[in-house]
């Protein structure tokens, strides 16, 4: 299973796991951040216990809110991957 983290300047590691992931080891689920804006907002991918890919956003307070895009993919392999974010909270994905 795969963990998402920030680190803090001060080298501080907070790691984290995205509603919904999936825990198996070895078939690649669990949480990925993907990039953080200058707010402290993250965004990243999970993948379920399906092996599907599902988005989220994290706000600097530890809220995390899943989302998919319209017409994604709902199989294996398949699903929501966002790719950035920025500071208006904007994510871009494929």
Known sequence: MVH????ARDGAI?????PGAGTVTGMFQGTFGNSINP???IEG???DADNVSHGFAGARDGA???FDAPGAGTGAGQGTIPRSNNEEGT???G
Do not use: K
């Not at 998402?4 to 680190?7: D, E, M, Q, R, V």
């Open 14 to 18: 907070t790691t984290f796991d995205a």
């Open 91 to 93: 994510i871009a994905g």
């Open 4 to 7: 998402g983290f920030l680190t």
């Open 39 to 41: 707010n402290g907002a």
């Open 45 to 47: 991918n999970y993948w």
């Open 64 to 66: 995390i809110m899943t």
